[in-house]
């Protein structure tokens, strides 16, 4: 029935917000804690940091995975990675391309919690079950929401049919092990290839839009 949902609202209002899912991901499709040992360790998972050791000798896949299309209107968390992602580079003082753009962004965080504490600037809180959250929020204006990590939320999301779109950095690295871009359930769909870029370290960038 979300799938459902999700589709109409696509064919009936063009005005709402697009989706568009954010990741790195290995050859293999895991996109579990690519930038730290810590990152994200849950089901035992103990190979994280494995994109953090490519972008340090490929610095020009990180600025092709930074050059978005400037029509971002916010940005959509599950809690887990808005704490350890926003959390992270809000306390960093290494220069980097992140913490600017994310303190000024507007975040959406969703949350069964309806009391969660979200302590970072310009954060909002969308509690419930997040494919009726995320489905009202789209419908909520116009623009790009970007969703970055977020591996749970993103499968229930793409089991809902409410993503439209993905930016994704492929490393030419094999993990072997870990939660996946894409779980069973996701809801089939076709894809337009709208950005491509081959660094000369390997790493692709690929931008789709759904057709």
């Known amino acids: 029935m979300g799938a459902e949902r999700a589709a109409d609202a696509r064919e009936t209002d063009a005005d709402m917000r697009t989706l568009i899912a954010v990741e790195f991901s290995s050859l293999d499709g895991v996109m579990q804690s690519p930038g730290r040992p810590d990152e994200d360790t849950s089901d035992g998972f103990t190979r994280g940091g494995w994109a953090a050791n490519h972008m340090a000798v490929d610095p020009e896949a990180g600025a092709a995975a930074m050059a978005g299309s400037g029509a971002t209107e916010g940005m959509v968390f599950g809690r887990r990675t808005y704490d350890d992602l926003v959390g992270h580079w809000l306390a960093t003082s290494e220069p980097n391309p992140f913490t600017d753009v994310l303190r000024a962004t507007p975040k959406f965080v969703a949350s ?29 204006g116009d623009g790009e929401l970007v969703m970055l990590g977020s591996a749970t939320l993103l499968h229930s999301l793409q089991a809902a049919d409410l993503v439209d ?11 072997g092990a870990g939660k996946r871009l894409f779980a069973d359930g996701t ?11 081959v660094t000369q370290k390997g790493a692709i960038l690929a931008e789709y839009r759904r057709s």
């Open 112 to 140: 069964r919690n309806p009391a969660a504490d979200l302590p970072h600037p310009n954060s909002e809180l969308v509690a419930g079950e997040a494919v009726e959250t995320i489905s009202q929020l789209k419908k909520a």
């Open 187 to 197: 809801v089939p769909a076709t894809l337009k290839l709208t950005r491509s870029v």
């Open 165 to 175: 779109g993905y930016i994704l950095t492929i490393l030419p690295v094999t993990v």
